[in-house]
């Protein structure tokens, strides 16, 4: 059973930046697709980034010029940088793992964007 722990989260003023982290109990090399989701109160969960296992990344569009996701292998960790953060960005963030036919998810950590 993969086990996702996510890490990083807190509170952070407009505009400022944070950088979550995402470590599996597996290495990340044999993981198809990882992911990274929010959810904001009263809102569905959303994808925010995704990372294949070639390292091949692609991001929502709308998030793209401000959030960046990333893996380092030898620490079997994703990872999700995000700057110029918005009251909007409030959200609980979930790692999401693809292995074979099995989905995985991290508990979540929470990121609040408040002044």
């Known amino acids: 059973q993969l086990q996702l722990v996510e890490s990083g989260g807190g509170f952070v003023q407009p505009g400022g930046s944070l950088r979550l982290s995402c470590k599996a109990s597996?290495?990340?090399?044999?993981?198809?697709?990882m992911a990274w989701y929010r959810q904001a109160p009263g809102k569905e969960r959303e994808l925010v980034a995704g990372?294949?296992?070639?390292?091949?990344?692609s991001h929502v569009v709308s998030m793209k010029d401000r959030f960046t996701i990333s893996r380092d292998n030898a620490k079997n960790t994703i990872y999700l940088q995000m700057t110029a953060l918005k009251l909007e960005d409030t959200a609980v963030y979930y790692c999401?793992?693809?292995?074979?036919?099995?989905?995985?998810w991290g508990q979540g950590t929470q990121v609040t964007v408040s002044s």
């Open positions: 999401n793992a693809r292995r074979h036919l099995n989905i995985y």
């Open positions: 597996d290495t990340i090399a044999s993981i198809d697709y």
């Open positions: 990372i294949d296992s070639g390292g091949t990344t």
